[in-house]
Antibody
Framework: QVQLQESGPGLVKPSETLSLTCIVS????????WSWIRQPAGKGLEWLGR???????NYNPSLKSRLTMSVDTSKNQFSLKLSSVTAADTALYYC??????????WGQGTLVTVSS | QSVLTQPPSASGTPGQRVTISCSGS????????VYWYQQLPGTAPKLLIY???QRPSGVPDRFSVSKSGTSASLAISGLRSEDEADYYC????????????FGGGTKLTV
């Protein structure tokens, strides 16, 4: 069974870059789009963007200038970088394979706090 | 601010039928599939409905959807206490370079 696991620092300073990695286990990462989604405490879901294993990306227009996603098929993982973070970027960050019907899957999420 | 508009809350009693609306536009719901998610407290969202009206295996047929133009609705019949959760609609939007979006979410109280 395919599983997703987010990893990265739980604390990031304001103005710095938030970096997260999602490791995909139990199956190949290839030939799918992989997404990042976040959820501030007590608030709704926000789709950040997605990357295909070919390298093609789509980003949320409101975050596009600060976002970079990458994929490493040899390590079966993909990554997120969000630059110039502020307290508003504090959230639970999920990696996921969304909009694939029965084969949709989500990681458990990782909490990232932006604070000095 | 979400482009997909949902009511912030909904409620019902056990056994009732409740509906949750999701209003969008021609560039999202009007031209793409709608997805619905259920999020129980402290857990990741779970896909309830995909491609407008398909249910993943394990999702009971108490959950159904309708779509008309630029709006969609999730209906839950035979309401149960375990249905108390946050519900989100989602869709792809064709504007700009294309992106996926979630509604603001609806807290269902049973």
């Amino acid at each position: 069974q395919v599983q997703l696991q987010e990893s990265g620092p739980g604390l990031v300073k304001p103005s710095e870059t938030l970096s997260l990695t999602c490791i995909v286990s139990g199956g190949s990462i290839s030939n799918y789009y992989w997404s990042w989604i976040r959820q501030p405490a007590g608030k709704g879901l926000e789709w950040l963007g997605r990357i295909h294993t070919s390298g093609s990306t789509n980003y949320n227009p409101s975050l596009k200038s600060r976002l970079t996603m990458s994929v490493d098929t040899s390590k079966n993982q993909f990554s997120l970088k969000l630059s110039s973070v502020t307290a508003a970027d504090t959230a639970l960050y999920y990696c996921a394979r969304v909009a694939y019907g029965d084969s949709e899957m989500w990681g458990q999420g990782t909490l990232v706090t932006v604070s000095s | 601010q979400s482009v997909l508009t949902q009511p912030p809350s909904a409620s019902g009693t056990p056994g009732q039928r409740v509906t949750i609306s999701c209003s969008g536009s021609s560039s999202n719901i009007g031209s793409n599939h709608v997805y619905w998610y259920q999020q129980l407290p402290g857990t990741a969202p779970k896909l309830l409905i995909y491609r407008n009206n398909q249910r993943p295996s394990g999702v009971p047929d108490r959950f159904s959807v309708s779509k008309s133009g630029t709006s969609a609705s999730l209906a839950i019949s035979g309401l149960r206490s375990e249905d108390e959760a946050d519900y989100y609609c989602a869709a792809w939007d064709d504007s700009l370079s294309g992106y996926f979006m979630f509604g603001g979410g609806t807290k269902l109280t049973v």
